[in-house]
């Protein structure tokens, strides 16, 4: 018998055919890929926007914060529930954790979310400046810095804003979005190569839990009216004002 070793003409014409089909295949299932990560990632922010919706309700109107909402003798919510954690607790409860870590925890432990997943953008694979590996975390208790893709700017309501002269037109605000990994200091730095979608955009959730994909790395300008309308952290009264939580905790 005799052995053949070497292709057929046919057979070489349909493996270089194969191959430049899979050739310019390969981008589009890595674009159609990246869109899936996207739509999972803003039902992610879907869900956590209906939860502090349903938070909300709760608790006259606001969103998760350790302050000024207390519960009826007072307390803090999170400085009274051990293992939340929550930042300037003092002394610190078990297992502490500050920014927006601990509103993180609180959400899963009272089941306003289902599970610690919905905290992870699935296109993120690293996170902070120094590129800390992403993972779900376990349980709430702990849920960590690193298990969060999202920053979350808190201390604010459902209600009309009272700082004087505050628009009155439009209550949707941006309340949560993907973070960025850039080492800039802004309350909302750019995105950089290395943040969840790359430099492309980014998923924003709006204070009545609508979601929208905002192109390009900037979201400073959606940051701006809550800083006209709430107050600008640092200069008006700090128990008050809005803070950009998640954007730079761990790093």
């Known amino acids: 018998m005799k052995r053949r070793d070497a292709f057929t003409l046919t057979e070489l014409l349909v493996t270089v055919a194969v191959g430049s089909l899979l050739i310019v295949a390969l981008p589009t299932l890595q674009s159609d890929r990246e869109n899936?990560?996207?739509?999972?990632?803003?039902?992610?922010?879907?869900?956590?926007?209906?939860a502090m919706i349903i938070y909300s309700?709760?608790?006259?109107?606001?969103?998760?914060?350790?302050?000024?909402?207390?519960?009826?003798?007072?307390?803090?919510?999170?400085?009274?529930?051990?293992?939340?954690?929550?930042?300037?607790?003092?002394?610190?409860?078990?297992?502490?954790?500050?920014?927006?870590?601990?509103?993180?925890?609180?959400?899963?432990?009272?089941?306003?979310i289902g599970n610690t997943a919905v905290f992870l953008c699935p296109s993120a694979k690293v996170i902070?400046?120094?590129?800390?590996?992403?993972?779900?975390?376990?349980?709430?208790?702990?849920?960590?810095?690193?298990?969060?893709?999202y920053f979350y700017i808190v201390k604010m309501t459902t209600q009309w804003p009272t700082k004087s002269g505050a628009a009155t037109t439009n209550r949707?605000?941006?309340?949560c979005a993907d973070r960025s990994n850039s080492?800039?200091?802004?309350?909302?730095?750019?995105?950089?190569?290395?943040?969840?979608?790359?430099?492309?955009?980014?998923?924003?959730?709006?204070?009545?839990?609508h979601v929208e994909w905002i192109n390009g790395p900037d979201v400073s300008y959606l940051f701006a009216p809550i800083q006209a309308d709430w107050g600008n952290y640092g200069i008006d009264n700090p128990s008050t004002t809005p803070q950009v939580l998640g954007q730079q905790d761990g790093i």
């Open 36 to 50: 899936l990560r996207r739509a999972i990632c803003a039902n992610n922010l879907r869900q956590i926007g209906q």
């Open 57 to 112: 309700d709760d608790f006259r109107g606001s969103f998760p914060s350790s302050a000024p909402v207390n519960d009826e003798s007072g307390t803090s919510l999170l400085k009274r529930e051990v293992g939340i954690g929550c930042a300037g607790c003092n002394p610190p409860p078990l297992n502490n954790a500050g920014g927006f870590t601990a509103f993180a925890r609180y959400l899963v432990k009272h089941q306003y």
């Open 128 to 149: 902070g400046i120094n590129s800390t590996p992403v993972s779900v975390a376990s349980k709430w208790q702990s849920l960590n810095w690193n298990n969060l893709s």
């Open 172 to 175: 949707f605000y941006m309340l």
């Open 183 to 209: 080492s800039s200091v802004s309350s909302t730095p750019p995105l950089n190569s290395t943040s969840p979608h790359g430099t492309d955009g980014r998923n924003v959730l709006f204070t009545d839990s």
